[in-house]
C-alpha cells in the first residue's frame, strides 16, 4: 500500500515536498514514479527514481525544479518541488513497480506501474 502527503495550496514561486509512506511490502527494492493528474487530461508522468535511489529522470515540464528521492529505511518516497508553477496544479500520485531488484527499461508509462497510491492534491495559485 502506497499513502501519498504533502499536497496543499501554495502561492507561484513557493516550494512543496510529497512524501509516498509505503506499508504492507517491500517497496524498498521497487522502482518508484510521480505522476500528476488534471481533470479531463490523462495521468502525466512527472519523475522516476531506480529501486536504489542512484537514477532518477524527470520530465522536461518539472526538470531542474523538482527532485525526486527515496529513503529505503524509512519505506519513504519524496518529490521536492521548487518555483511551483499554476501548471503544476494537479492531483500528484506516488506508484511502484511490481519487480524487486528491477531496473525498468522506462519510467514514464503509467501503465508498467502495478502499485498507487490514492493521490494528493496541489494547488498553486497565481
Known amino acids: 500500500q502506497l499513502q501519498a502527503s504533502g499536497g496543499g495550496l501554495v502561492q507561484a514561486g513557493d516550494s512543496l515536498r510529497l512524501s509516498c509512506e509505503a506499508s504492507g511490502r517491500a517497496f524498498s527494492t521497487s522502482a518508484k514514479g510521480w505522476f500528476r493528474q488534471t481533470p479531463g487530461k490523462e495521468r502525466e508522468f512527472v519523475a522516476g527514481?531506480?529501486?536504489?535511489?542512484?537514477?532518477?529522470v524527470y520530465a522536461p515540464s518539472v526538470k531542474g525544479r523538482f527532485t525526486i528521492s527515496r529513503d529505503n529505511a524509512k519505506n519513504t518516497m519524496y518529490l521536492q518541488m521548487n518555483n511551483l508553477k499554476p501548471e503544476d496544479t494537479a492531483v500528484y500520485y506516488c506508484?511502484?513497480?511490481?519487480?524487486?531488484?528491477?531496473?525498468?527499461?522506462?519510467?514514464?508509462?503509467?501503465?508498467?506501474?502495478?502499485?498507487w497510491g490514492q493521490g494528493t492534491l496541489v494547488t498553486v495559485s497565481s
Open positions: 527514481i531506480s529501486w536504489t535511489g542512484s537514477y532518477s
Open positions: 506508484a511502484a513497480f511490481a519487480e524487486r531488484h528491477y531496473t525498468p527499461t522506462r519510467y514514464d508509462a503509467a501503465e508498467d506501474y502495478r502499485y
